[in-house]
Nanobody, 115 residues
Framework: QVQLVESGGGLVQTGGSLRLSCAAS????????MGWYRQAPGLQRELVAR???????DYADSVKGRFTISRDNAKNAVYLQMNSLKPEDTAVYYC?????????WGQGTQVTVSS
């Protein structure tokens, strides 16, 4: 089992910044990938940014140039720096962890951007 603990959400004004953190613990293998997804009310969960097994970073078009994903392998942690936030970024943000045969989701952290 793998446990994920997220932090860093909150309320921010349009144009502001937030940094989300997600730390994984438990039975972790050396080959794993992590990423961030979000779900707004009434909508499906969608990709925000993720690392792939091939070492590529994928971003949703809506966040390119504003959000940056990074990770600290020694801490099994992934971060999401969110700049120039917009009201449409309001959602619950989820951390996802994948390794061979398994995937895990964090509990979610609320990000609210006021206009």
């Amino acid at each position: 089992q793998v446990q994920l603990v997220e932090s860093g959400g909150g309320l921010v004004q349009t144009g502001g910044s937030l940094r989300l953190s997600c730390a994984a613990s438990g039975r972790i293998f050396s080959s794993n990938v992590m990423g961030w997804y979000r779900q707004a009310p009434g909508l499906q969960r969608e990709l925000v940014a993720r690392f792939t097994y091939g070492g590529r970073i994928d971003y949703a078009d809506s966040v390119k140039g504003r959000f940056t994903i990074s990770r600290d392998n020694a801490k099994n942690a992934v971060y999401l720096q969110m700049n120039s936030l917009k009201p449409e970024d309001t959602a619950v943000y989820y951390c996802k962890f994948m390794q061979i045969g398994s995937e895990y989701w964090g509990q979610g952290t609320q990000v609210t951007v006021s206009s």
